[in-house]
């Protein structure tokens, strides 16, 4: 992977439904990955910055992990709530950012 | 603290035009970035500056120009605009002078349109 990729890119979903989405990199001279989280008309909000292979955040109902060797992470929602309806966005070393997953939760 | 302050939110030029985005923190960080957004592209990266009287070229410099005023005000320059150029524009920040672990603070945007 020689550019930073999100899946899927859009994402509907029930109200109280549990959802992930993954953030995939290039793995070789990582450094740091980070989540945004982007609601419209908004400007982009930290989540998380995840350094170390295994690592494990959580923040309330979102929680993210990381896999460095095989260049990979994941963002989980527990119990969706519309309020979470928002772009979710990473970004590797360089602030090279993905495209994005656009999750939209319906109540 | 206003944290990272964008003017204009809006603007509409023609091709040609010159314009400047302006950029301004009162957080005290060191290194500040301008990103463009369209869509079903993320944020790309145009320009940086790690440290006041630094700049450097980001994935798409080219149309651009930057210049870090000072500590607080980074200003991006369109000298001819062109209809390619039609993007929301980000302003972010960082505390440290290189790109790690630190967390982007991100301005509200400026979205300009170029006929």
């Given at each position: 992977?020689?550019n930073?990729?999100?899946?899927?890119?859009?994402?509907?979903?029930?109200?109280?439904?549990?959802?992930?989405?993954?953030?995939?990199?290039?793995?070789?001279?990582?450094?740091?990955?980070?989540?945004?989280r982007?609601?419209?008309?908004?400007?982009?909000?930290?989540?998380?910055?995840?350094?170390?292979?295994?690592?494990?955040?959580?923040?309330g109902?979102?929680?993210?992990?990381?896999?460095t060797?095989?260049?990979?992470?994941?963002?989980?929602?527990?119990?969706?709530?519309?309020?979470?309806?928002?772009?979710?966005?990473?970004?590797?070393i360089?602030?090279?950012?993905?495209?994005?997953?656009?999750?939209?939760?319906?109540? | 603290?206003?944290?990272?302050?964008?003017?204009?939110?809006?603007?509409?030029?023609?091709?040609?035009?010159?314009?400047?985005?302006?950029?301004?923190?009162?957080?005290?960080?060191?290194?500040?970035?301008?990103?463009r957004q369209?869509?079903?592209?993320?944020?790309?990266?145009?320009?940086?500056?790690?440290?006041?009287?630094?700049?450097?070229?980001?994935?798409?410099?080219?149309?651009?120009?930057?210049?870090?005023?000072?500590?607080?005000?980074?200003?991006?320059?369109?000298?001819?605009?062109?209809?390619?150029?039609?993007?929301v524009?980000?302003?972010?920040?960082?505390?440290?002078?290189?790109?790690?672990?630190?967390?982007?603070?991100?301005?509200?945007?400026?979205?300009?349109?170029?006929?």
């Open positions: 992977i020689l930073v990729e999100q899946s899927p890119q859009s994402l509907h979903v029930q109200e109280g439904d549990s959802t992930n989405f993954t953030c995939s990199f290039p793995s070789s001279n990582f450094y740091a990955l980070h989540w945004y982007w609601e419209t008309a908004k400007s982009p909000e930290a989540l998380f910055v995840m350094t170390l292979n295994g690592d494990e955040k959580k923040k109902r979102i929680s993210a992990t990381l896999n060797k095989e260049g990979y992470s994941y963002l989980y929602i527990k119990g969706s709530q519309p309020e979470d309806s928002a772009t979710y966005l990473c970004a590797e360089d602030m090279r950012f993905g495209a994005g997953t656009r999750l939209t939760v319906k109540p | 603290n206003a944290g990272v302050t964008q003017t204009p939110k809006f603007q509409v030029l023609k091709t040609g035009q010159s314009m400047t985005l302006q950029c301004a923190q009162d957080m005290n960080h060191n290194s500040m970035y301008w990103y369209d869509p079903g592209m993320g944020l790309r990266l145009i320009y940086y500056s790690a440290s006041e009287g630094t700049t450097d070229k980001g994935e798409v410099p080219n149309g651009y120009n930057v210049s870090r005023l000072n500590k607080r005000e980074f200003s991006l320059r369109l000298e001819s605009a062109a209809p390619s150029q039609t993007s524009y980000f302003c972010a920040t960082i505390r440290g002078t290189t790109i790690s672990t630190d967390t982007q603070y991100f301005g509200p945007g400026t979205r300009l349109t170029v006929l």
